[in-house]
C-alpha cells in the first residue's frame, strides 16, 4: 500500500542501470516547466520496510487480539495513523511517557517493538506479564548490529560512548544494552566531544563532565578510568559524518593521552557499525548539493532524526523545505514547514519561484517516509503549472528498462 506509482519505478530503473550502486548523479524528471532531481538514494531502507511488513502482518494474523505498539514504530505520522486506525494501541509517546501501564496486559496481548528496539528494562516488565516482546519484534537490523558490536567490546572490558540524541528511542534502547556490560556516555555531537575530549586530557576540570554528561552517563562514569579503554558506536540516523568527527575527536584525545603506536589497546575502531542506508542515503543528498535547483523539498516526519540530517546537508546550498506530506504545499504561494533549528512549524508565502521557466526542484524523503508520499508532493507541485507532460510520458522510458531487463 505504501508502494508509489512514480517513484517505485525510478528506484527500480537505477538498480538496473547502477546494480553496484557506484552513481550517485540524481535522476531528472523533466515535467517541462518543471524539473525534478530524485537522488539515488532516499526513502524506505530495509530496516524500516521490514518493521512495516511485521507490523502489518501482526495486525492482519490477530484480529481477535489486542496489539500493542511500544511506541512510534517509525517516525512517520502516516504510517503510525494508519495503525492507530486499524486498532493498534501505543503504550509509551516517544519521549518515554507511559499511555498504557504494561502491568494492565496480560499473557494473550501482542506488543510489537518498534523499529529503533528498546531497553532491557521494558524487555522484562513485558516479560513479567507474559508476552515476549520479540515474538513481532522490527527492531532494524543495523540497530541490532551495533548493539552486538558494543557485546563484543564490552567482553574485552571497552567503555562506551555513544553518538547519539540521548532522549531519542533508539539512543534510550543503545544506552540500556550497553550499560548491562560496560560503562557508557552519551554524547550529541563534535562539539560535545571536544568537551568529553578536554576532560580526559585534563585541559577542563573533571566537575565539567557531570555538568554536562552526568544526566546522560552510567553511575559513576570515571571519564580518567573508563576512557582509558573505549568505543564509539552511534544511533543509526545520525550523519556519519558528525559520527567520524566524534570519533576522530576522540581518538586524538587517546593519542595523545598513550601515544600512536599503542592507540589499538585503547580506542576501538567501530566504523563498520555506521548504517549503511543511513550512509548511502546522505551520501546520495550531498550530491543533490552538486546540481542547481532552486529549491529543495524533503518529505518525512517532523520527529524524524534521519530526515532532520538531510534537510541540514541541502539547506546550506539552497532554500529548504521539510514536509510531513502533500497536504503542507497550501498552494503555489503558501507552504507550511518545519523548522528543526527553533523547533518550530512555520509557514513561508512566494515559495514557489513560479517566475523560473523551468523551476529546478531537489526532492528526496527520510527513511521512514513511504515513496508515494513523495509522489503527492511532486504531483502537487506539478498541479501549480501549466502545459506540463504527463506522468507517464516522463516514467516511460524507466518503464522501458524495466521490460528490457525482465
Same mark, same amino acid.
Given at each position: 500500500?505504501?508502494?508509489?506509482?512514480?517513484?517505485?519505478?525510478?528506484?527500480?530503473?537505477?538498480?538496473?542501470?547502477?546494480?553496484?550502486?557506484?552513481?550517485?548523479?540524481?535522476?531528472?524528471?523533466?515535467?517541462?516547466?518543471?524539473?525534478?532531481?530524485?537522488?539515488?538514494?532516499?526513502?524506505?531502507?530495509?530496516?524500516?520496510?521490514?518493521?512495516?511488513?511485521?507490523?502489518?502482518?501482526?495486525?492482519?494474523?490477530?484480529?481477535?487480539?489486542?496489539?500493542?505498539?511500544?511506541?512510534?514504530?517509525?517516525?512517520?505520522?502516516?504510517?503510525?495513523?494508519?495503525?492507530?486506525?486499524?486498532?493498534?494501541?501505543?503504550?509509551?509517546?516517544?519521549?518515554?511517557?507511559?499511555?498504557?501501564?504494561?502491568?494492565?496486559?496480560?499473557?494473550?496481548?501482542?506488543?510489537?517493538?518498534?523499529? @529503533?528496539? /528498546? !531497553?532491557?528494562?521494558?524487555? =522484562?516488565?513485558?516479560? *513479567?506479564? $507474559?508476552?515476549?516482546?520479540?515474538? @513481532?519484534? /522490527? !527492531?532494524?537490523?543495523?540497530? =541490532?548490529?551495533?548493539? *552486538?558490536? $558494543?557485546?563484543?567490546?564490552?567482553?574485552?572490558?571497552?567503555?562506551?560512548?555513544?553518538?547519539?540524541?540521548?532522549?531519542?528511542?533508539?539512543?534510550?534502547?543503545?544506552?540500556?544494552?550497553?550499560?548491562?556490560?560496560?560503562?557508557?556516555?552519551?554524547?550529541?555531537?563534535?562539539?560535545?566531544?571536544?568537551?568529553?575530549?578536554?576532560?580526559?586530557?585534563?585541559?577542563?576540570?573533571?566537575?565539567?563532565?557531570?555538568?554536562?554528561?552526568?544526566?546522560?552517563?552510567?553511575?559513576?562514569?570515571?571519564?580518567?578510568?573508563?576512557?582509558?579503554?573505549?568505543?564509539?558506536?552511534?544511533?543509526?540516523?545520525?550523519?556519519?559524518?558528525?559520527?567520524?568527527?566524534?570519533?576522530?575527536?576522540?581518538?586524538?584525545?587517546?593519542?595523545?593521552?598513550?601515544?600512536?603506536?599503542?592507540?589499538?589497546?585503547?580506542?576501538?575502531?567501530?566504523?563498520?557499525?555506521?548504517?549503511?542506508?543511513?550512509?548511502?542515503?546522505?551520501?546520495?543528498?550531498?550530491?543533490?548539493?552538486?546540481?542547481?535547483?532552486?529549491?529543495?523539498?524533503?518529505?518525512?516526519?517532523?520527529?524524524?532524526?534521519?530526515?532532520?540530517?538531510?534537510?541540514?546537508?541541502?539547506?546550506?546550498?539552497?532554500?529548504?523545505?521539510?514536509?510531513?506530506?502533500?497536504?503542507?504545499?497550501?498552494?503555489?504561494?503558501?507552504?507550511?514547514?518545519?523548522?528543526?533549528?527553533?523547533?518550530?512549524?512555520?509557514?513561508?508565502?512566494?515559495?514557489?519561484?513560479?517566475?523560473?521557466?523551468?523551476?529546478?526542484?531537489?526532492?528526496?524523503?527520510?527513511?521512514?517516509?513511504?515513496?508515494?508520499?513523495?509522489?503527492?508532493?511532486?504531483?502537487?507541485?506539478?498541479?501549480?503549472?501549466?502545459?506540463?507532460?504527463?506522468?507517464?510520458?516522463?516514467?516511460?522510458?524507466?518503464?522501458?528498462?524495466?521490460?528490457?531487463?525482465?
Amino acid at each position: 500500500m505504501y508502494k508509489s506509482p512514480i517513484i517505485r519505478k525510478v528506484k527500480e530503473a537505477t538498480k538496473i542501470t547502477d546494480p553496484m550502486k557506484k552513481d550517485l548523479k540524481p535522476t531528472l524528471l523533466d515535467f517541462g516547466p518543471v524539473q525534478f532531481f530524485i537522488p539515488r538514494f532516499f526513502g524506505f531502507c530495509y530496516g524500516v520496510e521490514n518493521a512495516i511488513d511485521i507490523a502489518y502482518r501482526a495486525v492482519e494474523e490477530n484480529p481477535e487480539k489486542s496489539i500493542y505498539l511500544l511506541s512510534e514504530m517509525i517516525h512517520n505520522p502516516t504510517v503510525n495513523e494508519d495503525l492507530l486506525g486499524r486498532g493498534v494501541q501505543f503504550l509509551f509517546d516517544t519521549d518515554g511517557t507511559e499511555r498504557i501501564p504494561i502491568s494492565s496486559l496480560n499473557s494473550e496481548d501482542i506488543v510489537i517493538v518498534p523499529a @529503533f528496539g /528498546t !531497553t532491557l528494562e521494558i524487555q =522484562e516488565e513485558l516479560q *513479567k506479564v $507474559g508476552i515476549d516482546p520479540y515474538q @513481532f519484534n /522490527t !527492531t532494524c537490523p543495523f540497530v =541490532e548490529k551495533v548493539w *552486538k558490536r $558494543g557485546k563484543q567490546l564490552g567482553k574485552k572490558e571497552y567503555s562506551l560512548v555513544v553518538h547519539g540524541k540521548h532522549e531519542h528511542e533508539e539512543t534510550r534502547a543503545t544506552f540500556s544494552h550497553s550499560a548491562e556490560h560496560s560503562a557508557v556516555v552519551v554524547v550529541f555531537n563534535p562539539k560535545e566531544a571536544v568537551v568529553l575530549a578536554e576532560i580526559m586530557t585534563k585541559k577542563r576540570p573533571l566537575s565539567d563532565f557531570e555538568k554536562y554528561f552526568g544526566h546522560k552517563s552510567t553511575p559513576g562514569f570515571d571519564p580518567y578510568k573508563d576512557l582509558q579503554r573505549f568505543g564509539v558506536i552511534n544511533q543509526t540516523t545520525m550523519l556519519a559524518t558528525e559520527t567520524q568527527e566524534v570519533m576522530d575527536i576522540l581518538k586524538e584525545a587517546a593519542i595523545s593521552l598513550y601515544g600512536k603506536t599503542d592507540i589499538l589497546n585503547h580506542f576501538a575502531d567501530t566504523s563498520d557499525t555506521l548504517c549503511y542506508a543511513t550512509n548511502e542515503n546522505q551520501s546520495a543528498t550531498l550530491a543533490l548539493t552538486e546540481t542547481d535547483p532552486d529549491l529543495a523539498l524533503v518529505v518525512g516526519g517532523y520527529n524524524s532524526s534521519n530526515t532532520m540530517h538531510l534537510v541540514e546537508i541541502l539547506e546550506h546550498s539552497f532554500p529548504t523545505y521539510h514536509v510531513r506530506d502533500a497536504s503542507e504545499l497550501k498552494s503555489e504561494n503558501h507552504i507550511v514547514h518545519f523548522n528543526q533549528w527553533e523547533k518550530s512549524i512555520q509557514e513561508t508565502e512566494n515559495w514557489l519561484l513560479t517566475n523560473k521557466k523551468p523551476l529546478k526542484v531537489a526532492l528526496t524523503s527520510g527513511a521512514s517516509c513511504p515513496d508515494v508520499l513523495v509522489d503527492e508532493v511532486m504531483l502537487k507541485v506539478l498541479s501549480y503549472f501549466e502545459g506540463v507532460k504527463e506522468v507517464d510520458e516522463v516514467i516511460t522510458p524507466f518503464e522501458e528498462k524495466l521490460i528490457a531487463e525482465s
